[in-house]
DNA sequence: CTGTTTTTGATTTACGTACCTCAGAAATTC
DNA sequence: GAATTTCTGAGGTACGTAAATCAAAAACAG
């Protein structure tokens, strides 16, 4: 049988208030009594029962989701999967709340952070927008002892906890191998779509595919980068441009959202003549691509394991648990068309 | 706040014991009340506090794996992650046990799922093997009350609720894209490195590998299967044989285990000769030949996601909750030396 | 040694649910 | 209408912990 405070308490030759008082950190306890009672605990080995202690203190975790308002499919999946887990939460003693803020907008985030704190949640979960003011936002946070997890985008040395998210340099590396490998042909010509270079996951990536190609590929030629700020419309026009100026052009790395847009400009292209496509993020239409070849290979971050795992570190944080790093790793998901979910 | 069992005898104007009596599924209550009662629970969306319950009842889950034998890699870190498992559980009120039975032996394992079945534990997890009398077994254990997840290998139809591992098909299929495609030259000759085609895994990642090939890479040529049984030595001693005499050979997929012997033959041979090489399972072997060009893809299944997950879908099933599919999918997670956890 | 402060013990209530007993009400049977 | 059976209510105890009160004991200061 797993022992209790009662078992510790008659072990100690102390009373169970005397436990409590030494178990919780409360004041009035000796140092010899209070050494006494530790070592009783760690010679029967007792491990509080959380979900008792969370029933006696009536505790409810409280989470903030701080999200942008993002039209991207990707983005209306993260939301969606956090209003999935709040739906969920009526079994666990969870409250989650969802707070959009205006995206790409630092003082905006800095001013929703500033008022989540007012109401001093357990936990803080946030897409980070890495800027100096928001790191700082973040640290005091943290010294408020709210524990603060990253999602999807992460911020510099900051007091961040914990991030859930990829390592988007190494998934611009693996779209890189891939590509390079892809690309029978040796004179590879590869365009790379992006959303905006002002984003810490879009820089990440494009570094590195660039540096992948340039050491083990270094006969691909890269063409100059086209920014699209994640619009379907303006990709479009700037792939159907690269394709009518570069007659060679035989391989595209879409690093950020807008592959509609993308994908309306290949369609049009005979079959033969299409280029190696590798885009991000598993969506209706990059799934549909990827099954009628349009595209060759998709490179995924899972939005529900990310919410998921925010969620279980946040938990751990405001319990004092440590968290399974291998359980947390967000990994980048390589899908072609073979392997589908 | 939360709605209690207070709550609902109150608003459905009865006693504490009569909800009691109906939550609990025990006789003594006429059709009127109960519906009274269970109108109330439906309109307060009252749902039992798990945690509450759990320790009024003093429940603690009991689960056993059943693991085969084997000191291939895969299963050593399979039982870590087990181990790893039973040492946490201390918090949550779990006991578990890991039951070894010999590798292979349907009989055997029969026989300890029996003696499992004795203690009637709340969950079993084992990793199958599909064979009619152990699918039988299953059948018995599931109409116990048992839960039952398979590991790693499934069975075919039969009473298992949930089986925890890849599709293995669809993983062969990965890898017959990434091998047509990685093979640059037009005429591919490929060899397969299996364990053993009695084992449903191996049957099934050859069967997605070659068709693949034949439906969209048509000018790569299959050797002969080489079947090693998971042995380094002889794997060794066959892909040696393969590459003397067969000189164009520049495919190689290892979909067993003793990818050590594998290595060792290819390590001999010049960087500019050697096949595209794609295996299964990250070992520490595999990384580092991924990390120095030898092998080329590595296709993986996480072990301590498919321990984890089995454990979570025994709880749920034991406490009759839902489980949810898109967090318990095993992924197939392919890794290039870029992408390295 | 007295008076004060600090430490400790004993006991109680509470959290939300399970499960038990016993008495009394209601429905059913004869 | 009485006897029986079937429901229902009221109340309690328990699970393991938290948190509080109040009295008693111990330590300390002067």
Redesign the interface.
Known sequence: M?PTVHDIARHAGVSLATVDRVLNGRAGVRGITRQKVEEAISSL?Y?R????A??AKGRTYRFSFVLPANDNSFMIRLKHEVEAAIGRS??E?TRMDIIEVPAFDAGALVAALEAVMADKPDGVALVAIDEPRVRACVERLADAGIGIVTLVSDLGASGRHHYAGI?NI??G??A???MG??L?KVDGRVGVLAGSMMVRDHRERLE?FLS?LSEDFPQVAILPLMEARDDAGVAEAMVREALRRHAGLNGIYSLGAGNRGLLRALRDLAAETRPVVIAHELTASTREALVDGTI?AVLNQDA??EV?SAIRVLKAKADG?PVLA??E?I????F????L?
Chains 1, 2 share one sequence.
């Open positions: 797993k080995g491990v029962d959380l979900a008792a969370n029933l009526a079994t003693r390592d190494a998934a590396r693996t890189g191998n891939l490998r892809f029978s590195g992948v060759d529900g394991h998921r648990l291998a359980q790793r990994r980048i998901d390589i072609l068309k073979d392997n979910p």
